[in-house]
């Protein structure tokens, strides 16, 4: 079994910062991408930041130069810094793992229960 929690969502006033985490755990071979989604009322999921085993990343280009995505591969968990927070920011942030689990072959996806990130005007 895998779970991926996330932690660090909440409200923020416009301009503000937060920081998200999502922790891997269970029979977990090797991860390799992870990635911060996030969906909006009433909008498909997106993109918001990816990072490789080996930390190349790239971003939305809406989050470009406020958030910052970054991972530790020691503790199976990485971590979205979101600064200059604006109200269109505001959704659910889910957690995303493509990970080999102990005694499987292949890359699986996996996902955390999301976040709620709040921003007020």
């Known amino acids: 079994q895998v779970q991926l929690v996330e932690s660090g969502g909440g409200l923020v006033q416009a301009g503000g910062s937060l920081r998200l985490s999502c922790a891997a755990s269970g029979s977990i071979f090797s991860i390799n991408a992870m990635g911060w989604y996030r969906q909006a009322p009433g909008k498909q999921r997106e993109l918001v930041a990816h990072i490789t085993r080996g930390g190349s990343t790239n971003y939305a280009d809406s989050v470009k130069g406020r958030f910052t995505i970054s991972r530790d591969n020691a503790k199976n968990t990485v971590y979205l810094q979101m600064n200059s927070l604006k109200p269109e920011d505001t959704a659910v942030y889910y957690c995303?793992?493509?990970?080999?689990?102990?005694?499987?072959?292949?890359?699986?996806?996996?996902w955390g229960q999301g976040t709620q990130v709040t921003v007020s005007s």
């Open positions: 995303n793992a493509a990970l080999v689990r102990v005694g499987e072959y292949g890359l699986k996806d996996y």
